[in-house]
C-alpha cells in the first residue's frame, strides 16, 4: 500500500539556519506529494504541492523537489525564522483515481533564536 | 471563493453518549468531502470521503460513521461514544483537477470523559 516516512519527529534549529525536513514515500504509482503545516490548534494549511513536470513548487521562501528516482519530496528554506515553528505533514494521493490520501507522521519544527 | 464551517468548535461529551459533529461547504458545487481525526500528538488519519449526495464511503473503522444528507453537508456521527475517539475532527474538501489538493476545515476538538 501507499505510505509516507518522515524520519525526524522535531527538528530543533537556530534562527537564520537552513531547514531541511525528510519525506520518503512508497506509491505503486506515480503520486501527488504535498506539504502541510500546522500550527498548534490550528488546521493544517497547504504550503506545497508537486507538478507533474520538473517544476519546483515554493511558498513563503519554502521549496520542495520531487524526485521520482529516490521517492523523496523534502522540504527546505534557506533561512529559518521562529514563525516557522509548527508541525509539518508530508502526503501523498495515488494517481489512481482513488480518493485516498495518506499522511506521514509529521515533523516538529522548532526555531530558536 | 470557497468557505468551509464545522460545528461544534469543540464539545466535550462522555463515554457511551452520542456524537453529531457536521461541516458545511459554501462556494463549490458537488464538492468532494472527507473526514479526518487527529489523536492528540498524532498524524492525521482519513475517516470517510464522499464524492456525491447520499454516498459515503470509509476508509477505516473506528465506529464511527457518516453522511452526506445535501451537497454541501458533510456529517459525522456514532451512538456511542469511546474514550479513543478523543481529539480533533478535521472535514476536507478537494480541488477538480491537477494535484486534487485538499483544504482543511478548522476542526471540531472532542474530548471524551
Known amino acids: 500500500g501507499d505510505s509516507v516516512t518522515q524520519t525526524e519527529g522535531l527538528v530543533t534549529l537556530t534562527e537564520g539556519l537552513p531547514v531541511m525536513l525528510n519525506c520518503t514515500y512508497q506509491s505503486t504509482y506515480s503520486p501527488f506529494l504535498f506539504w502541510y503545516v500546522q500550527h498548534l490548534n490550528e488546521a493544517p494549511k497547504l504550503l506545497l504541492k508537486?507538478?507533474?513536470?520538473?517544476k519546483r513548487p515554493e511558498h513563503q521562501g519554502f521549496h520542495a523537489t520531487l524526485h521520482k528516482s529516490s521517492s523523496s519530496f523534502h522540504l527546505q528554506k534557506s533561512s529559518a525564522q521562529l514563525s516557522d515553528s509548527a508541525l509539518y505533514y508530508c502526503a501523498l494521493r495515488a494517481n489512481t483515481g482513488n480518493y485516498k490520501y495518506v499522511f506521514g507522521a509529521g515533523t516538529r519544527l522548532k526555531v530558536i533564536a | 471563493a470557497q468557505t468551509i464551517h464545522q460545528w461544534p468548535v469543540a464539545e466535550i461529551k462522555a463515554v457511551g453518549s452520542p456524537l453529531s459533529l457536521g461541516c458545511t461547504i459554501k462556494g463549490k458545487s458537488s464538492p468532494n468531502l472527507y473526514w479526518y481525526w487527529q489523536a492528540t500528538g498524532g498524524t492525521l488519519q482519513q475517516l470517510f470521503y464522499?464524492?456525491?449526495?447520499?454516498?459515503v464511503e470509509s476508509v477505516v473503522q473506528l465506529n464511527l460513521s457518516a453522511s452526506r444528507p445535501k451537497d454541501d453537508q458533510f456529517i459525522l456521527s456514532t451512538e456511542k461514544l469511546l474514550l479513543s475517539h478523543s481529539g480533533f475532527y478535521l472535514c476536507?474538501?478537494?480541488?477538480?483537477?491537477?494535484?486534487?489538493?485538499?483544504?482543511f476545515g478548522p476542526g471540531t476538538r472532542l474530548t471524551v470523559l
Open positions: 464522499s464524492i456525491t449526495v447520499g454516498q
Open positions: 508537486s507538478f507533474t513536470d520538473n
Open positions: 476536507a474538501w478537494r480541488i477538480t483537477g491537477g494535484a486534487y489538493e485538499q483544504y
